[in-house]
């Protein structure tokens, strides 16, 4: 099965391949594997905590090409966005830029599910609740 250029990419070039001081009440670590294969990811946000903007974002995978260039791609997409901003990214925003093929898609979901425990992580540690939307006036699911 061959690799999208988007996928080599990022796999040549990861972008934020990194660590971010997990002790600071700013950064939020979400640390999660896939059942389907034991690959694991670590994805780590820093938060300002006036604006609530994310400004860094840092990844380490040990993966497949498919979940290094998803990680890759996803500290990309966070940084800038807002914590709301970037729990609205999904698995099928990645698996649509990597061009990724059905077999691959749980490597996506990896990276968005690493997204989402990092994010949650942060609100445990500033005493927001870890399912609801972290600004106020979203929707409560
Ligand atoms: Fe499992 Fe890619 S093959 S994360």
Known sequence: MAY??????????????????????????????????????????????TTQIIEDAKFKTFGCGSAIASSSLATEWVKGKTVAEALAISNTDIVKELALPPVKIHCSVLAEDAIRAAIGDWKKKNGQPESEPALVGAAVN
């Open 4 to 49: 999208s250029d988007k996928v080599v990419d990022h796999y040549e070039n990861p972008r934020n391949v990194g660590t971010l001081d997990k002790a600071s009440t700013e950064v939020g670590t979400g640390l999660v594997g896939a059942p389907e294969c034991g690959d694991v990811m670590r994805l780590q946000i820093k938060v300002n905590p």
